[in-house]
């Protein structure tokens, strides 16, 4: 019996956490495995991850975990994974392999004997063959899959656009056409379809330098350009590099993440051009730096606040800086986006964004969804990754290219699309255990993103305690101020950490009458005043807590 099942455990009716299970004969290919920021992160919770004891229940049966791309959104849960899921396989291209390996390097991964595999070619696992091929992404390395069986073939796209990107990828359609060509129906077209309310085609949106560059012309040479965008979007802050180096003006990569995957590329493609490269620290100091401020959706917009409301100790905003922002929205933080304009718009007024209408990520929009059923004829059409209102528009769109409606099928987490012998036979069934699960520190491993942010901080930065008692009345210090750190004060240092902390402290309380005196303000005042002056004296940048005790 040739049986087909595809269900996803994340990434419908959803912007994030992306999962999906195809099973033939039994068998099962998992593909990609992600995770998504909660709208409101408060409480402590980072991340969410896919509930996997579907896939604890069935491990035997695993063929392997697909990996597409390294996006938050399709890879990020993969520790997660290997935390339940023992002696796993995971086929991904060179570069997704080089991003994933240093990812779980991060997590504490026991007896999983888990193997990375680059996939390349074709592979036959006998009930069925997995061939990879090249797409043209945001990101270097992305990969689309076709799953051949007996029966047909089940063509698996994300994350991608129409075109040629050079470094980026080149989706070629007639390599596709040829790959499927193997005297089988296409039978399912599983793709993308979150921008499918979105007009035209994605690679018309893409390009960004003919909208900016207008900026680094008017922009004096003691003036910085400051550009936020998402970390992810590399073609995009390539255009930038390019508009950086056609200026000459050197750049300051403001995020660990696009920092890292910066450096892999340029060691990748050792012939392109690149312009200066300057040491974060020196945001501050470099007149005519392009500086790109990068992060993951919610996480970007916090930075570009904490800038913006002078809490950085490195960037400050500027009222001569030209601000650049290239990172609409994704639904239901548009109050998040509308705030951090705000904020950095009291700093500078020289300030312009691009949005959702005149920018679209590496996503198949309208016309490229319509382009690509009208090209490739599947028998079947799954929309995955978006909101349930735009899975139904990219029906409607199949439609339009000629699709039979009952062949478009949207589904939603957990919900089977069931098949036999290339025919849908049912969509009744779900499996029983899907949904969130929350990461917040205390969660699996206790090793969350920021739980690693945290760790990585008191490493590299250490930390400093403050203590002193505090008289009830008179509001002043009664005691010597005790100091204590970790990782941070040396021989050679002290003296110098102890001055400055001693001079901010006791500067608080001179010459202010007790009704004047507001402890909690004064503490939060110190961290910062303290953080930064220590930044300027030694480079580091430690963790500081202060307790004032009130007797």
Not at 134 to 158: C, R, S, T
Not at 294 to 317: C, H, P, Q
């Amino acid at each position: 019996m040739n049986k087909i099942n595809f269900f996803a455990l994340g990434g419908l009716d959803e912007n994030g956490k992306n999962a999906y299970v195809l099973e033939i004969k039994n068998k099962i290919f998992i593909i990609n495995s992600g995770t998504k920021v909660p709208i409101n992160s408060h409480n402590g919770i980072d991340t969410l991850i896919c509930n996997y004891e579907y896939l604890e229940k069935r491990q035997k049966d695993i063929v392997g975990l697909f990996v597409t791309d390294v996006h938050n959104a399709t890879f990020s849960a993969i520790p997660w994974l290997l935390m339940k899921i023992k002696n796993l396989k995971i086929y991904t291209s060179a570069f997704n392999k080089i991003v994933l390996l240093d990812r779980i390097s991060k997590y504490n991964i026991e007896n999983s004997h888990y193997e990375i595999k680059t996939i390349n070619s074709t592979i036959d696992f006998e009930f069925a063959k997995v061939t990879p091929f090249d797409l043209a992404g945001g990101l270097p390395g992305q990969l689309g899959f076709n799953f051949e069986y007996e029966k047909g073939n089940i063509l698996f796209m994300v994350n991608f656009v129409d075109g040629d990107l050079g470094p980026y990828g080149k989706t070629d359609f007639e390599n596709i056409k040829k790959i499927i060509n193997n005297g089988k129906p296409l039978e399912t077209l599983i793709m993308d379809s979150g921008l499918s309310a979105y007009s035209g085609k994605s690679i018309e949106k893409l390009w960004i330098s003919k909208k900016i560059e207008y900026k680094f012309k008017e922009t004096t040479e003691d003036s910085r350009i400051i550009v936020g965008l998402y970390d992810e979007d590399m073609i995009t802050a390539h255009e930038i590099l390019i508009l950086a180096k056609r200026y000459h003006r050197p750049v300051i990569t403001y995020g660990r993440t696009y920092s890292q995957l910066i450096n892999l590329v340029a060691k990748i493609n050792p012939e392109l051009q690149w312009p200066e490269f300057i040491d974060y620290r020196l945001a501050n100091d470099v007149k005519n730096a392009v500086i790109l401020v990068t992060g993951a959706i919610e996480r970007l917009y916090l930075r570009f606040i904490r800038i913006a409301s002078n809490n950085d100790v490195y960037l400050k905003l500027k009222n001569n800086d030209a601000v650049i922002v290239v990172a609409p929205p994704v639904n239901g933080l548009e109050v998040n986006y509308a705030l951090t304009l705000d904020e950095i718009a009291r700093n500078t007024s020289n300030l312009i964004e691009l949005g959702s209408d005149q920018y679209y990520p590496c996503n198949p929009a309208k016309e490229d969804i319509r382009n690509i059923i009208k090209m490739l004829k599947p028998k079947y059409y799954i929309p995955i990754q978006g909101l349930y209102r735009y899975l139904v528009v990219a029906t409607h769109v199949a439609r339009e290219a000629g699709m039979n409606l009952n062949n478009c099928l949207v589904l939603q987490n957990g919900k089977i699309a069931e098949f036999e012998n290339g025919e849908l036979i049912s969509q009744k069934h779900s499996i029983r255990t899907v949904g969130d699960v929350v990461i917040d520190g205390l969660g699996i491993g206790d090793i969350s993103h920021e739980v690693i942010n945290e760790r990585e901080s008191l490493a590299r930065d250490g930390i400093i305690t403050i203590s002193s008692l505090v008289d009830y009345k008179k509001k002043t210090p009664i005691n010597e101020l005790q100091i204590s750190s970790y990782g941070i004060i040396t021989k050679e240092n002290k003296e110098t950490i102890y001055k400055i902390i001693n001079d901010l402290f006791y500067k608080e309380f001179d010459d202010k009458k007790p009704n004047e005196i507001d402890l909690k303000e004064i503490k939060e005042k110190l961290r910062k005043s303290i953080k930064r002056k220590i930044a300027k004296a030694i480079d580091k940048e430690p963790m500081t807590v202060i307790t004032l005790y009130e007797i």
